[in-house]
């Protein structure tokens, strides 16, 4: 035979011999991936893990779509072997009575803010509600889980004798100054009013004049029909929108350094948390991170289309905070701050607070690009001031 011919056929048998040896080791590798699962018994599924949480808003709250976003996030990423199941405020306990319900157990866990159990301490309105020195809630979340805000918060909670374990997520927009019955141009326009807020921005805008009543969102409409409240504030366009602020009031006021950087806390009874496992643990700690970020798009996203809609179909007149109410909402906190700092720890926590502030918005502020000055360049006159 010719060598040309000899290649050619040594060329045509070695795919099937390759085929061959390849179904051989193949068939080995099968046996012994058989002899191997009959060598271990089978395991069982562990039984899912069920947390039952309720929020602290009412069922239209744009809120409630936020906190199904940290559910959604944990349910998926524990492959089902961890559920939390949501519930609305109401359904078992108050807005103003969650923390109560998860510290005894009533409820494994809730979706609110801090500021709602301040009645236990002013210094919970410092996670999310306290003075401005130029930071917003971005800020304020980085002061919380990189400049030891996280610390000082379990610090209060082990001094209060709560028996929860909680997370933040959310960096809340600017709060409006909020909805009233005529255009508010100087802070002598709000002077005795009776006016609706929470936290320590009840202290500021009493110490501004108003007469203050504090309400969960959804007593906010009732209590304006029975004339309980003649103006008020919640939070942002889309709540507002969705429990009929427009119903009530034509005159919108954007701005404020009353909540200005505000954000959600979640909370677990702590005796269940720590039943978990790490892995459990992990996830409702880094789920609140990863909702943090989609609660914040969404924002963006409803919040602006609202504000267009309460303009446009509501006819609702929006207009922007005058510059002398905020002078006068920062003088107001230099003389809240004087007299809470006499609260020792009130003192620690604001000092920590205030000193991260000042580095990062230094920073932010310093470094920023003019987004007023971009604005009015290509939509020029919508602004207004």
């Not at 559920?83 to 103003?96: H, P, Q, R």
């Not at 210094?123 to 919380?144: C, D, E, I, K, Y």
């Not at 004087?338 to 580095?359: G, M």
């Amino acid at each position: 035979m010719a060598e040309a011919e000899k290649k050619t056929v040594q060329k045509q048998k070695t795919p099937k011999s390759s085929r061959r040896n390849f179904m051989k080791t193949a068939a080995v590798a099968a046996g012994a991936a058989g002899a191997a699962t009959l060598g271990f018994p089978n395991v069982a599924r562990a039984k899912t893990v069920r947390l039952k949480m309720q929020g602290a808003w009412g069922s239209k709250s744009v809120f409630n779509t936020m906190a199904k976003q940290y559910v959604t996030r944990v349910n998926e990423m524990s492959g089902g072997s961890l559920k939390i199941d949501y519930l609305v405020s109401g359904a078992v306990v108050k807005a103003f009575r969650v923390q109560d319900a998860v510290h005894k157990g009533i409820l494994d866990a809730g979706h609110q803010v801090s500021v709602y159990w301040y009645g236990k301490s002013k210094v919970a309105s410092l996670f999310g509600t306290g003075p401005v020195f130029g930071q917003n809630a971005h800020h304020t979340l980085a002061w919380m889980y990189n400049g030891g805000g996280l610390e000082l918060y379990n610090e209060l909670i082990a001094n209060l004798g709560l028996n929860t374990v909680g997370f933040f997520c959310m960096p809340m927009p600017t709060q409006p100054l909020g909805w009233f019955k005529k255009k508010i141009n100087s802070s002598k326009d709000m002077v005795g009013l009776k006016y609706r807020t929470v936290g320590l921005a009840a202290d500021l805008m009493q110490r501004m004049g108003l007469k203050v009543t504090q309400l969960p969102g959804g007593e906010i409409v009732p209590a304006l029909e029975r004339g309980v409240i003649e103006a008020f504030e919640y939070n942002n366009p889309t709540a507002d929108k969705d429990f009929g602020a427009h119903d009530v009031s034509k005159i919108y006021m954007m701005g404020s350094y009353h909540q200005a950087a505000e954000f959600f806390e979640i909370i677990f009874n702590k005796t269940t948390f720590n039943k978990l496992s790490k892995e459990h643990r992990a996830i409702l700690r880094y789920s609140a991170e990863a909702a943090s970020s989609a609660n914040l798009w969404m924002a963006y996203d409803q919040y602006s289309k609202d504000l267009q809609w309460l303009k446009k179909v509501a006819k609702v007149n929006v207009y922007r905070t005058p510059q002398g109410i905020m002078n006068d909402q920062l003088k107001a906190w230099d003389e809240i701050i004087v007299d809470l700092e006499k609260d020792p720890f009130f003192k620690k926590v604001l000092k920590s607070q205030k000193e991260f502030s000042h580095r990062a918005a230094y920073y932010e502020i310093l470094n920023a690009a003019d987004y007023k000055l971009a604005f009015e360049h290509y939509f020029p006159g919508e602004l207004g001031f």
